[in-house]
């Protein structure tokens, strides 16, 4: 299968020996990993497949293929506390993706650029670093639109290789599980004049549809199971706080915007369940979860909440982590941090955030969680294409249906 961005290059055999010295280094490192963790068995029995969509929280090195990307982390020390080399995941192990895939018997994700993947039957990864609902917010990564069309392709090479029949009940029993919005207001806040509330509403509406349109497309490619995660706490992470020159404080305007975003979020979500047939889906609580653990970080078993682990400047929040032209500081220990770069969580606090995505109650992820996700069987009712029955109204930043707190 054609997967564009891909250069390939001509290497000398002692290239050769010693990329195959790494891969294997690679699957050492991941066949001991299985048993580092017990809390990391399957927890469950029904074989699915997972297409993954986001930004830098979901990426597994997608932007490693990216030749204009400045969004790339294959560099130490990124990677260094589970796979001990960088992997291009803007973290210090794994990202919460690695473990849902974990925790449903899948394998860890490589990134779906990369041309040695090509076992599209247990699901893939499309998402990039810098990735935005809206193209024009960034054009040096890959936005949502081109995942999901990425997608696609993948749905027909499924197609080819199972048949129609098979195929399709895959496609409907999968898990479509995305992360996407972060990037797009961040720099809205931070590249706009003259911000007012109506301004800001109308941009969470075009965001929210365009997110809305893209998962009307992967409905109609066959998926029926989402798992939207909603925005964090953009306003209160380090690097947002070095950015707004913030000692204690959240930048309140981020934190608005996020909050406008994910109420939004919940109200389509609901929407397109009670219009679409077979459609299931789940919201997790990024914001709330991960913003308490910043704000109470010894009450999680953490020494250090907003500041990260590796980065420079009074929270570490510049992004500068593993440069090799300024100087930048790296903790001893991430297993102490919330953070580990200037906007991204430590392995540690994704092995508590997978069981809240997994296990979690209605508190924190709703109406289901991911364990009862997988678990609930799709009406044998089917679309009929009929676009009457998609919304195709934007969603008032301000329906809310469940409140951040």
């Known amino acids: 299968m054609f ?28 066949a001991n990993s299985q048993t580092d963790k017990p ?9 699915i497949a997972m297409f993954v969509f986001g930004d830098s929280l979901f990426d597994p090195g997608n932007n490693d293929y990216v030749p204009s990307s400045g969004a790339r982390v294959n560099f130490p020390p990124y990677g260094e506390t589970f796979f001990h080399y960088p992997t291009g ?38 998402a990039s670093a810098g990735a935005c609902a809206l193209i024009e917010t960034n054009n040096n990564s890959i936005p949502f639109e081109i995942q999901v069309k990425y997608l696609k392709d993948v749905a027909n090479l499924l197609k080819d290789q199972l048949g129609e029949t098979e195929a399709k009940e895959l496609l409907e029993r999968a898990i479509y599980y995305s992360s996407i919005g972060g990037v797009d207001y961040t720099s809205f806040i931070i590249t ?80 397109l369940a009670s219009e679409l047939p077979g459609f299931k889906y789940l919201v997790f609580d990024f914001f709330n979860a991960l913003m308490d653990r910043t704000q109470n970080p010894t009450k999680y078993g ?52 997978i069981e809240l995505l997994w296990n979690g109650s209605t508190d924190v992820i709703w109406p289901v ?29 301000d329906d809310v249906s469940k409140t951040q707190q």
């Open 3 to 30: 997967k564009p961005t891909v250069t390939i290059t001509i290497m000398s055999s002692l290239e050769n020996h010693f990329r195959f010295l790494f891969v294997l280094a690679i699957l050492i490192a991941l």
């Open 39 to 47: 809390n990391l068995r399957v927890q469950s029995n029904k074989k």
């Open 89 to 126: 995941r803007d973290c210090d192990g794994r990202i919460l993706p690695d473990f849902a895939a974990a925790y449903a018997g899948l394998p860890y994700w490589r990134a779906y650029l990369d041309p040695d993947d090509d076992n599209f039957t247990v699901g893939v990864n499309f």
């Open 192 to 271: 706009a004049t003259n911000v007012t509330e109506s301004l800001v509403e109308d941009y969470v509406n075009i965001v929210i549809g365009n997110i809305t349109n893209q998962i009307k497309e992967i409905y109609n490619v066959g998926g029926r199971k989402f798992a939207f995660q909603n925005v964090g706490p953009l306003g209160c992470t380090p690097g947002s706080k070095e950015s707004f020159n913030t000692t204690t404080d959240c930048a309140e305007a981020l934190q608005n915007i996020a909050t406008m975003h994910n109420n939004a979020l919940n109200v389509v979500a609901e929407k």
């Open 302 to 353: 953490f020494k250090v909440g907003d500041v990260a682990c590796c980065g420079s400047g009074a929270h570490r929040g510049d992004s500068n982590c593993g440069s090799l032209t300024t100087a930048y500081e790296l903790c001893s220990d991430p297993n102490e941090y919330v953070y580990f770069d200037a906007g991204h969580p430590t392995e540690a606090c994704n092995i508590q955030l």
């Open 369 to 397: 969680n991911m364990r009862e996700l997988i678990e609930l069987e799709i009406e044998t009712e089917t679309y009929s294409g009929n676009d009457d029955l998609l919304i195709t109204e934007q969603v008032p930043a």
